[in-house]
């Protein structure tokens, strides 16, 4: 229901608070639902998706794009320079290069030929306003901390199509700036979102915010030319909701799958699950500024004491796979050959007894926010109740886990964290002092090691550098990633066009590519 | 009936104001405000004060409230804290959606209870009274939510005889396609005229029996008109209040079927606003719901004064 705002990067969460027709009975049904099912030849239908909705709380402005659905309006009207593959690893978009001088300072972005929904060109002037509107913190952009980096002063177009954005610190990491959720391109002078422009394959048609967006193809876009006439995202904050509508054939898309729906849907011939493997990093965060977790002999013990494989097991219900306490598996930067932890329950009571902590309470703050929390909980206080540590589940509510959960500062939390580049990752939740620095980890060493990383030019010496960094996260951070989760989504089984692919990755509901029948 | 009404309607004030200083406290004392929500992860203690007082949740809850109330005399509802959105639009939107939903249903209730409670309460015992007397107890005690599933999963899914949810429908746009108020109309009907039904059906049973009725039969009064001019008068002023509650349940049962069929309607609204603690919009659900409560309570009670007015003893 409702879900809750969602922190814009990390939309993973189910939050807050995310076929059809073709679906064999459902072709009656959809006769009766006038959107679906007039339409003759492929182009001319009318493809609906239905998302959990922010309720009111719906703008379309994409520079504040808290949740996946306003990720997904966003990417239908918007552009960005570059996007993120699968891997998170950054491809160009509307920016045809980018390079930087040996300082890691100046960048120099070349964009290709776009045109605006009313014809004018995207110029480098365009692509300057939006930047600066994201950097302004009045904005409230997910991004404004990657565009406060540029130094406006200093930056300008040296032609309508060439800019150079030079940065207060050398980065060489900056192009991932380029991809962000929340740096959509927009026309210079834009204030208004009620009738946007954008140069995205979609122009605007209506939207009423808690309610439906519709959007028309737009045929004069530089990449892809949409194959359906129009696109309409519908809010339905029940995933009991979101699957009926799929299975009934009122919509060709149900996003935000979990547990029960997706075991549901395998069953399914009228509807295709689109599994996104990995997609979610699920935590606990251990604080290291407070007892009893800056003793890190209890670090360790929590990470040897609780048993992975049985987590994945039965609180993902299956659909994930064991964490190896480092974010961003199978992501470009992840370091690969650690081996993973294994279950070590000896060695666990060891560390307790050692560390004077035998029989210790330990609450564990939790929520429904995302559905493998609960289970979890009560998995991990058994097994570490074998260990020595009295683990004490304390559910809070969903909407607001996150406020009371900094407010109660809890040592023990769950979280989640969608797909984001590793190094996006490291720098906002682990450098000291960070603000979404949950456990309060501050280590001269990693955070040196950051610095070092993003002022070395070389791809493969900065990868070593962030691998290092790494392993001392691994081991001192109190940030525990016991699991990775499955995305879902299902679409109905004549839907072509979409695959599976991570939340905040290019592919993700990507509705310009898809076709219908 | 002059006084009485009058003292009823005072009471009525008073009720409504009760329940909103019950539900600004309670508000108050849930943890968590509207810019923790907005904020979620992200927030560092520095950005969250700054919303808190852009929002002015950093003032004393008594001097809002006052606000709020000050506001409301002079008709202006406020704008919602999350979204800017005047509150009385974003109410107005909600309750178009629950109005489609519950007027048929309060159609539905009203015409179909009597008729049943009447016709059952008259032949009570007989094969159809039971028959009847069963379903309803039934269909009274299948939850609304597993009514639902199973009305979509045989109506629709199974057979596509309907579409499954109203997502994507707004307003007018639900009026446009009726098939799709079919089945939640009919879940939320249902357990209402299962409730009036009854009462109704008991209510006759009893007057048609009761000496007054006996009395009237023995002075050679018709049947007929000893069950219209006094039993049904009888057993509906008694009734006449639960059809009241009737209205009521119309409005608060809407939240399960509004979630599972997909309507954005009051019901929706108002979990949703408490959830996102937007004290602004849940003053207004609250203003709302309870004004309409006592509305119809106080109908109910003046209703059945007029038809049974010895019961002002009790009221």
């Not at chain 1, 072709?27 to 182009?43: K, M, N, Q, T, V």
């Not at chain 1, 949740?67 to 960005?80: C, E, G, I, L, S």
């Not at chain 1, 699957?243 to 029960?260: C, E, I, K, P, T």
């Not at chain 2, 109005?99 to 008729?115: C, D, G, H, N, S």
């Amino acid at each position: 229901m409702n879900r809750p705002v969602q922190v814009p990067d990390d939309l993973a969460r189910g939050i807050g608070r995310r076929g059809l027709l073709t679906g064999m009975g459902a072709i009656a049904a959809a006769g009766l639902l006038g959107g679906c099912g007039s339409g003759g030849g492929d182009g001319a239908r009318r493809f609906r998706a239905a998302f959990a909705a922010g309720g009111s709380q719906e703008t379309m402005d994409p520079h504040v794009a808290p949740n996946f659905v306003d990720q997904v309006r966003a990417k239908a009207m918007f552009d960005t320079l570059a996007t993120f593959g699968d891997d998170m690893s950054i491809r160009p978009r509307l920016a045809e290069s980018w390079e930087s001088d040996a300082s890691g300072k100046r960048w120099r972005v070349r964009l290709r030929e776009a045109r605006f929904h009313d014809g004018a060109p995207v110029t480098a002037e365009d692509v300057l306003f939006t930047y600066r509107r994201v950097a302004d913190p009045g904005t409230g952009s997910p991004s404004q901390q990657l565009m406060s980096a540029v130094d406006f002063a200093a930056s300008g177009a040296s032609g309508p199509r060439e800019l150079t954005l030079v940065l207060k610190e050398a980065d060489f990491g900056f192009p991932r700036a380029l991809a962000g959720v929340g740096t959509e391109v927009l026309p210079t002078g834009t204030t208004s979102f009620r009738n946007p422009v954008g140069s995205g394959p979609f122009r605007f048609g209506s939207f009423t915010p808690g309610g439906p967006a519709l959007f028309k193809r737009w045929d004069g876009h530089w990449d892809t030319v949409p194959r359906v006439a129009e696109l309409e995202i519908v809010p339905a904050n029940e995933e009991a909701a979101r699957v009926n509508a799929l299975l009934s054939g009122q919509v060709h898309y149900a996003a935000d799958l979990a547990g029960a729906a997706v075991n549901r849907l395998k069953g399914e011939k009228s509807a295709r699950l689109l599994s996104a493997p990995r997609a979610t990093a699920q935590q606990i965060l251990l604080s290291r500024g407070r007892e009893p977790f800056s003793d890190l002999r209890l670090v360790e013990a929590f990470q040897l004491g609780i048993d992975r494989a049985a987590l994945a097991r039965i609180a993902l219900a299956g659909q994930g796979e064991p964490g190896n306490d480092l974010f961003g598996k199978g992501l470009d930067g992840y370091p690969a050959d650690l081996p993973p932890r294994e279950r070590d329950a000896d060695r666990a009571r060891a560390l307790v007894r050692e560390a004077g902590a035998d029989g210790l309470e330990v609450p564990l703050q939790t929520s429904t926010l995302d559905a493998a929390w609960e289970p979890a909980a009560a998995l991990i206080a058994r097994q570490l109740g074998e260990i020595g540590l009295k683990v004490v589940p304390h559910t809070l509510a969903a909407p607001t886990y996150f406020s009371e959960m900094k407010e109660r500062r809890s040592v023990a939390a769950f979280n989640t964290t969608s797909t984001l580049p590793v190094t996006t990752f490291l720098e906002q939740r682990l450098r000291g002092g960070a603000a979404r620095n949950l456990t309060g980890f501050a280590s001269g060493e990693f955070d040196e090691l950051l610095d070092r990383a993003r002022t070395t030019r070389d791809d493969a010496a900065r990868a070593e550098l962030l691998h290092r960094a790494q392993r001392i996260a691994r081991d001192e951070s109190g940030l525990v990633v016991w699991g990775f989760s499955d995305a879902n989504d299902a679409i109905s089984a004549d839907v072509r066009g979409l695959r599976a692919a991570p939340p905040n990755s290019h592919d993700w509901a990507r509705f310009d590519r898809v076709a219908l029948g | 009936m002059g006084r009485y009404t009058a003292r009823r309607c005072l009471l009525a004030v008073v009720q409504c104001l009760v329940v909103l200083v019950a539900v600004f406290a309670l508000g108050t004392l849930l943890p968590g405000d509207t810019a923790g929500v907005l904020l979620a992860e992200q927030g560092t203690p520095e950005q969250v004060a700054a919303l808190r007082e852009r929002l002015g949740l950093d003032r004393p809850a008594p001097d809002r409230f006052g606000d709020w109330l000050g506001g409301l005399l002079t008709g202006d509802l406020g704008r919602s804290l999350l979204t800017n959105v005047p509150v009385a639009a974003e109410l107005g939107r909600r309750l178009t959606d629950t109005l489609v939903l519950a007027a048929p249903a309060f159609v539905l209730v009203v015409t179909l209870a009597p008729l049943l409670g009447v016709v059952t309460g008259l032949r009570e015992g007989t094969r159809l009274d039971r028959l009847l007397n069963a379903a309803a107890v039934l269909l009274h005690a299948v939850p609304e939510f597993v009514l639902g599933l199973l009305m979509i999963a045989s109506l629709s899914l199974a057979t596509g005889l309907l579409p499954a949810t109203a997502v994507g429908l707004n307003g007018t746009a639900l009026l446009a396609q009726p098939a799709v108020l079919v089945m939640p109309v009919a879940v939320l009907a249902a357990r209402q005229l299962c409730d009036l039904a009854r009462q109704i059906r008991a209510g006759v049973a009893a007057q048609r029996d009761a000496p007054l009725a006996e009395h009237l039969r023995l002075l050679g009064m018709r049947e007929r008109t000893v069950v219209l001019r006094h039993v049904v008068p009888n057993a509906l002023g008694p009734a006449a209040q639960q059809f009241a509650r009737c209205v009521e349940g119309l409005l608060g049962g809407a939240v399960l079927v509004e979630a599972l069929f997909g309507v954005q309607g009051l019901g929706t609204g108002f979990v949703e606003a408490v959830q996102n603690r937007d004290v602004p919009l849940v003053q207004a659900y609250a203003l709302l719901f309870a004004g309409t409560a006592v509305a119809v309570h106080l109908a109910g009670d003046l209703v059945s004064h007029r038809l049974a007015p010895r019961r002002e003893v009790t009221a």
